[in-house]
């Protein structure tokens, strides 16, 4: 299960499920109501696009990336303070394996244009499908929504024992192995 967490539950959070070779996306809002779809869906991985610390600061796994070239949001920074904190509370209401991640660093891995605007989700949506093999049920209806289906692969590929963490003891962001990585 892939969530790409919004700061506020007033706004949409995009949320994505892989079953076999076919994935759907929807969007909920409410902690509890995210807790209580996971409950329902029981997934052996949960990838949350959100740092998943109490401690608003530049942690390692934030040089990790940004030492790769990544643009990389800190905790630090005035909005992702509180997607921080939001991450870090819904993460311990999770009772399944949780995992940070981080999609536009999965975008450039797989050579895909990270979309900025809804027009260019068809063309990024099926970029992925291509990459991946994973079908779309349906389009993401948002940048969200399309933000949890990269979440979702990398929450998939950690249990296929596929994903390399980057990191330390202040937070782990995990990524999928690339082809380079797997030799």
Do not use: Q, W
């Not at 329902?40 to 796994?61: F, Q």
């Amino acid at each position: 299960m892939g969530i790409d967490l919004s700061a506020y539950e007033r706004r949409p959070s995009g949320i994505c499920v892989i079953e076999g070779e076919r994935a759907y996306t929807l969007s909920l809002n409410s902690d509890d109501e995210i807790v209580d779809f996971a409950e329902k869906i029981r997934p052996l991985v949960i990838a949350i696009d959100a740092p998943l610390t109490d401690k608003p600061e530049l942690r390692g796994c934030d040089r990790m990336l940004i030492k790769m070239g990544f643009r990389v949001l800190p905790p630090s920074f005035s909005h992702m303070r509180k997607l921080s904190e939001r991450g870090f509370l819904l993460s311990r209401r999770l009772r399944f394996e949780v995992i940070e991640t981080f999609p536009t660093a999965v975008y450039k891995m797989m050579g895909i244009r990270k979309p900025r605007r809804k027009r260019e989700i068809p063309e990024a949506a099926r970029r992925l499908e291509e990459v991946t093999g994973i079908r779309l049920i349906r389009e993401p209806k948002s940048l969200d929504e399309l933000d949890s289906f990269v979440c979702a692969i990398v929450a998939r590929e950690k249990g296929r024992g596929r994903a390399i963490a980057y990191g330390d003891s202040s937070g782990l962001i995990f990524l999928p192995v690339g082809e380079s990585d797997s030799s």
